[in-house]
């Protein structure tokens, strides 16, 4: 290899140096050949760094994030947050990766995807599957009965990446969740508030909240004849009508579930029911399913959180659906799902973004994590946010709007050439008035190509510096949209500056 | 064990309802046989989860933050990244884990430290080390010859956790660098004005700014006539400096790096100089030092960099330091780093805090990942976060002050029963104005206890409503710190809430 010819060079080549120098040798003579030795370790490190090429690529299902949209995407997110802090949420955070035992048991068959870390010594770990696990982690640990937290953060999964349907093996979760014993509905309610109140706040109306209840899934399938041990199996087929026709389903329920075809067409009866109130009380007038205790149980705590919503003004949007399953065990009461109604606005195209948040009460995941099994009722919700962005960025693509990846109000340019000087010296001063300023980093910078800068980034205001301008104690300003001119003294210029960026923002040009 | 006999007994329960449901039996006489199962299958859960108990801990070196904690991270990050804005920077994002290829060869011997995911088919994978290698990467596979991005994420390394000292296994860094071609000690001036910035504004003063440059270095090494194979390993001795007295330095070059002990002299006699310019033109005219071009080269630059810093306004707290080193190999010309300088306020004890910033120019980095060795010069700087984290906890919790932990303006109590929907219909009147505002989860909560609450969590106003003022179309406003309640008409209630909040603002007590 040709590096090792290099490093038998070098070698060679240090204990000459060493020697030379030993022998107290001429400085000149010495320092000659220090360099030869420093040309051939620079070759070295190219010929090693040139033996290192690979196909430069980030892992299979996860991307890097552009500035364009990361600017998309904390706009949401701040967003989201600030419903979340509206309705009084403390935020937490917890490791990227979990005791493996922590992790085992919770996710039914998905623990195949479960990323494990390698046993390099030391304790056993796996990437973060979800954030419940480990809130309910958090709970239990520190003997938390009530709290208000979200959390926004990534988590991870082996699944075959599906980058159309915005499946990732890297995606940030972003949940809301309410811990404590309260009285029925009353925090259930407001989750779907919250979830009301982002999706209007990120203008994705029209939407529909479908709602459903454990217990009512449980008295309704147990009342068509399912058998007890079937319940779970047959709510995941039930969960698939949002996508699969009820034929389909039926289909699954006979053929692979083993139920009878008198029995799934009982079932059809029921799962195909969507509404509001009415539907409720239609129900509790079913005299087959109100024998059904927790039947009765599930519907009355629909009709109650029902109320709740009608109070709190979501009632509007939302759908008492008894096709909704959703596929997690761990689920004991209410469950919901948000999505989206209607085209996308691209090309007029219908595009299926599905689900875009969801979640429900679980009374009994944090008692698995308690040495007494002492249980803290919670329910929550998750915001999915991936689909969410997807679904922004197509929009904002389709109406070729810009978005600002920085924040700059102030671009300082200079007219001639050796004034970058005085670029830095007005630079500090406006930075030290706390404004937003950027300039070249070259010292003699075409004037164009500065102004170029300021429109390529939407940035508002530049000052120009040139010679004739110092004498006589004065700026240009431009207001980059219209390419307009003044000439400003520098007394005035602060003030000149935030009186313009005023203008600027009421204008909606920030 | 247990678990088994139940899943026998549920198998056979489940037989016999199913037989049951076959006979068509009496629909109460199987509801009765269905709720046994039930209840066998709930046993069944609380079996497993039992046998689940182990350890809860997060794993070594690992911490979840609680809202408390959050608060202030959140607050500290919050204002790094007012910090980077101001200077026009954009941000990106990149995977928590990089092939392990792209890792490979950048840290030298703290590689050991990388963790590495388990071999589950597909890729190998290992977690992000720094921010700095995925960010070379990132512009090297995009191609991106300039930017100036910041990056706030977290970072892996399995190291042995210090906790006293700071030190994590998973932690935050907090990088802001600027790439692009451009003129020699602009954007490197910039970095330590940022610097100076976000320590002024964490409160952070006083504060040392060292700076130092790798061919000033090398050049003096070379002039002490250090083997040049040995400069990296001189430089890693000079490195520890900051915490070693320089006999033990010295010891070290002379008893483990094998220098002679006149040459480890006159490397000290260097490396205990630091100053300001007087010291560059000192060295200017030492005679044996410039004979060394790279010396003269890395004086050169600290030259230039020295007056940008005056114009900068950060002169004032910038030392160029020739005890400076910086352990990493890449660093190519400046090198800098932030240290605090005094005692700890807590218990008026000295707490090392040591770094809490560092970085320098890294010209040859992303150079490695191109195919053509295409270099992009960078110059950057990364926050110690965690270090100021600690260095702020201990300053709040030694001032007495609380830090809030949720943003709630108004609190929605009821003074009477039944009145959870008079509270909810006010609440939605007070979220559709854009309040941020809570109320009790529970149906009938005592009076005394809301208003607990609304101290314990610092909340500045509570509305109350009883039955008296629902008659009367008011509410009670109270004002929380001062205990003082008013009468207000429910047509004045926004305008009041808005105009109180401004005054507590104002006073300081939001």
Known sequence: MASEGLQEQIKLQGDFVRKLKAAKENKDRIEEEVAKLLELKAQLNDSQSVAQKFTLKTPKGTRDFSPQQ??????VMNKIMSVFKKHGAETIDTPVFELKEVLTGKYGEDSKLIYDLKDQGGEILSLRYDLTVPFARYLAMNKITNIKRYHIAKVYRRDNPSITRGRYREFYQCDFDIAGTYDPMIPDAECIRIVYEILSILELKPFTLKVNHRLLLDGMLETCGVPADKFRSICSAVDKLDKS????????????????????NRIGEYVQLNGGRQLVDKLLEDSELIKSKSAVQGLEAIKLLLEYCELLGTLDAVSFDLSLARGLDYYTGVIYEAVLIGKDSKEGDDISVGSVAGGGRYDNLVGMFDSKNKNVPCVGVSIGIERIFAVLEGKLAASNKKIRTNEVQVFVATAQKNLVGERMKLCRELWDEGFKVE?????NPKLLVQLQHCEEYDIPLAVIIGESELQKNVVKLREVPTRTEVEVSRSDLIMEINRRLKNLMSNGAS
Chains 1, 2 share one sequence.
Do not use: Q
């Open 70 to 75: 990361m600017a998309i995407r904390s706009s």
């Open 245 to 264: 026709p009820w034929d389909e389903v039926k289909k699954e329920m006979i053929e692979e579930k083993g139920l009878t075809e008198d029995v799934a």
């Open 439 to 443: 300039h070249s980093y070259k010292k």
